[in-house]
């Protein structure tokens, strides 16, 4: 709509938009926020976590009126029709950008629960949204390096028991955990580095994923596998908001997760840890070709 415009013009309207949705809404988003933090009762904090919810999703139809303000971006996404907002799903999507996130609130908001993300531990001082992703339940984590596990010992295991606290707090609202199992943003120099065995991924970590369905694989039935395509390549953050991502391709499938994957020690049972990645490498084997063609207009 705005397209008239300078394309840096139009980036500085997005991101004052943006901006200001994200203040006003968090206005709203810190009083429950405060009182789950404040009041310990279990009913009452899920209650001000759904309250946080709605909060959060309305957060999200303010970014597609700007988007939609601002971009024009044709958008081709199948299988969105199976989405239910009453299910607990396991999201997977390849990764390219960080207008991936913005590109699944867009296609899952009001569709399906809010997407939840695994975070570092150090993003809840973020100004403003950390305690926004608090509030929301978003799993905080702390990485320690192989280095320091050799020096500290004791910390070993401690990502799982986050995961396994963070997953109790998903069984009493309905949640769609969301992994990046490539662990960052997929380049053509990063898949040569890796000597990855896709043309368009990079190899998937099975670590996160088996960290889930082990602390709640009786509660998650379903895979809500995501492929994202960027037919003029992967834009960055700032492209996205000058306007210049002319159009975005997304398939969604659902899929049961398979019953011998869940509620197993992802840390301690080696069977389990290679029939996860064997998992993983046939869904990523498929997303490869699925990616080909998408990129190669082969409808």
Same mark, same amino acid.
């Given at each position: ?196 065995? @896709? =043309?368009? *991924? ?5 670590? +996160?994923?088996?960290?889930?369905? !082990?602390?709640?694989? #009786?509660? $998650? ?50 069977? @389990? =840890?290679? *029939? ?5 490498? +046939?869904?990523?084997?498929?997303? !490869?070709?699925?990616? #080909?063609? $998408? ?5």
């Amino acid at each position: 709509m705005l397209g008239f415009l300078p394309k840096p013009v139009v980036g500085v309207i997005a991101a004052t938009l943006l901006i200001l949705n994200t203040l006003f809404w968090a206005l709203f988003l810190y009083v429950p926020a405060l009182l789950k933090l404040i009041i310990p009762h279990k009913g009452f904090r899920v209650y001000c976590t759904r309250v946080i919810i709605w909060v959060a999703e309305n957060w999200v139809a303010g970014n597609k009126a700007w988007m939609r303000l601002t971009q024009r971006t044709r958008w081709q996404v199948t299988g969105a029709g199976e989405l239910e907002r009453e299910s607990w799903y396991l999201v997977l999507s390849n990764h390219q950008s960080w207008v991936d996130i913005l590109a699944m609130q867009w296609v899952f908001n009001r569709r399906a629960p809010f997407l939840k993300f695994f975070l570092k531990k150090q993003l809840i001082w973020v100004p403003v949204i950390g305690i926004a992703w608090w509030g929301l339940d978003f799993p905080f984590m702390q990485r320690h390096s192989p280095q320091y596990l050799l020096r500290h010992p004791e910390k070993r295991g401690q990502d799982l028991e986050t995961t396994r606290r963070a997953c109790e707090k998903f069984r009493y609202t309905p949640v769609s955990v969301m992994n990046f199992v490539e662990g960052t943003r997929a380049t053509p120099e990063k898949i040569r580095q890796q000597k990855s065995s @896709y =043309r368009n *991924l990079l190899t998937p970590k099975a670590g +996160g994923v088996g960290f889930v369905l !082990d602390a709640m694989g #009786d509660a $998650m039935e379903t895979l809500v596998d995501v492929t994202i395509a960027y037919p003029d390549g992967a834009p960055s953050f700032w492209d996205f908001l000058c306007g210049g991502v002319s159009e975005i391709r997304m398939e969604i499938h659902t899929r049961p997760i398979p019953d011998e994957l869940k509620g197993r020690d992802y840390a301690k049972d080696a069977d @389990y =840890r290679r *029939l996860m990645k064997e998992w993983l490498a +046939g869904l990523w084997r498929e997303k !490869d070709q699925r990616l #080909d063609r $998408m990129l190669n207009n082969d409808h």
